[in-house]
């Protein structure tokens, strides 16, 4: 079964909106300018932050990888109190199905883009970063390309699936 894009940045919006504020918040924190974000609106991209140029080529890539840090904690913060509360999947209410449903949106939305792949590869390229810089990055651009092309076979979904009910636990893990 295909369903477009667009229906599905609407069907998930929350994710949509914590990816672009993910790139916006890591780029304040690197304190490169940012010109224009647009958190969400229907078309393609679905949303996008334009900013300036960084001091450094690890900085370009930590904005460009942001959500997938930001989007997966935040997934699994959410659904945190009811997955850890709820014996079984049908005891979840309409709250907790709300906190499921937008737990799996944000989640689904870490994955980074492919014109975020573009932005990492730029930053280390070239004579900008040193050959450590390439080889450590060079297979996380390959893997976002294989997830990008993955999510044809709902492989975002599965990864929000699994942010959604397996982090809690993961954090209970951590923190305990």
């Known amino acids: 079964m295909i369903i477009p894009g667009p229906l599905i940045s609407a069907l998930t919006f929350p994710g949509v909106v914590v990816h672009e504020f993910a790139h ?3 780029c304040k924190f690197f304190k490169v300018p ?3 974000v647009v958190y969400f609106r229907f078309g393609s991209p679905a949303g996008y932050v334009t900013h300036g140029k960084s001091d450094h080529w690890y900085q370009d890539v930590m904005i460009a990888a ?3 840090f930001l989007n997966s904690l935040i997934g699994a913060l959410l659904a945190f109190p009811v997955v850890i509360n709820s014996q079984d999947i049908e005891t979840i209410n309409f709250i907790g199905g709300v906190l499921v449903w937008a737990s799996i949106s944000i989640a ?3 994955i980074p883009s492919t014109g975020d792949a573009k932005s990492m590869w730029k930053a280390v390229s ?3 970063a040193p050959l450590i810089a390439k080889i450590i990055v060079s297979p996380i651009i390959a893997i976002i390309y294989l997830l990008s092309w993955g999510s044809f076979f709902w492989l975002d979904v599965i990864y929000g699936f699994c942010v ?3 982090g809690p636990s993961l954090l209970i893990d951590v923190f305990s």
Do not use: D
């Open 24 to 26: 916006a918040i890591f």
């Open 126 to 128: 070239g004579n900008k």
């Open 34 to 36: 940012v010109y224009e």
């Open 66 to 68: 942001g959500p997938f």
């Open 164 to 166: 959604c009910f397996i």
């Open 108 to 110: 689904m939305h870490a």
